[in-house]
């Protein structure tokens, strides 16, 4: 059977977007849906941002190989002030991945102060995530292309994949950007359908963004009657090469 891994979960308090899933939760969509090992994001705004941080830290030291830490951190700040803040969930939490919300932090992929965060992968060595979709303009997956041209040896997932209206632009982007890669929460079959015979599973990767989500995900790939080889890509080998899970 194909390893699971949720590459799009949040824990604990999210200002922005009004949810707040704990540790019990986590864990018990993840029992239910046998997901083997999830990708955990701290709140986009929270009234302890370094506390959300090690909270998820908490979480993965206590279910070790199951789960790890993607950092989001406004680039509304220095530069000295981004990277000592990710660097520090990086290298010292054990964070794999640094995420940018064009629409949490009114910050588009292609904006100057995004710069940062592809300058703090780079020297990090760890793959950026940005979000697509909701939040349009700022939010367009075609404004990842830039970045992902202008830093050809940092890797780039798309968040949502464009959130199904704009799916067919993220599966462009991912076709004229080869370290692009789409994380699929939120598209509808036939977008998802789309990706898989244009761009291949291997540049997929299973997300769910909320635990109420997560048997539908599931079910928009089992809808597919994908191969086991094309199943295990999508539903976490993809996950674990970007991320180095492994």
């Known amino acids: ?35 083997d090992g999830v990708l955990l994001q701290p709140g ?9 941080c090690e909270r998820i830290r908490d979480f993965a030291q206590a279910h070790p190989g199951r789960a790890w830490g993607i950092v989001s951190y406004t680039p509304h ?3 000295e002030e981004y990277m000592e803040h990710v660097s520090w969930a990086v290298r010292d939490l054990g964070f794999v991945g640094l995420k940018l919300h064009p629409e949490a932090y009114c910050c588009a992929a292609n904006a100057p102060q995004a710069q940062k965060v592809y300058q703090a992968a780079r020297a990090l060595n760890v793959p950026v995530m940005i979000h697509t979709g909701n939040g349009v303009c700022s939010a367009l997956p075609s404004l990842a292309i830039p970045a992902a041209r202008a ?5 780039f997932v798309l968040a949502h994949a464009g ?18 890669y789409l994380e699929t929460s939120w598209c509808p079959v036939y977008v998802l359908k789309s990706f898989v015979e244009t761009l291949g599973c291997e540049r997929l990767m299973l997300g769910t963004d909320n635990p ?17 080889e094309q199943r295990a890509w999508c539903l976490g080998r ?3 090469t970007v991320f180095n899970l492994r």
């Not at 979960?9 to 949810?19: F, Q, T």
């Not at 109420?212 to 086991?228: I, M, T």
């Open 163 to 180: 959130g199904g209206m704009f799916g067919s632009e993220a599966l462009v982007a991912a076709q004229v950007c080869p370290n692009i």
């Open 151 to 155: 830093y050809p040896d940092v890797t």
């Open 212 to 228: 109420d989500n997560v048997g539908v995900e599931l079910a928009k790939y089992d809808a597919l009657h994908l191969s086991g």
């Open 77 to 79: 700040c220095s530069p």
């Open 1 to 35: 059977m194909a390893k699971i891994i949720d590459a799009h979960m949040h824990l604990g308090e999210d200002l922005i977007y009004n949810s707040n899933d704990g540790e019990e939760r986590i864990l018990g969509y993840m029992e239910e849906f046998s997901i």
């Open 44 to 52: 986009l705004k929270t009234h302890d941002w370094q506390k959300a």
């Open 238 to 240: 993809t996950a674990e």
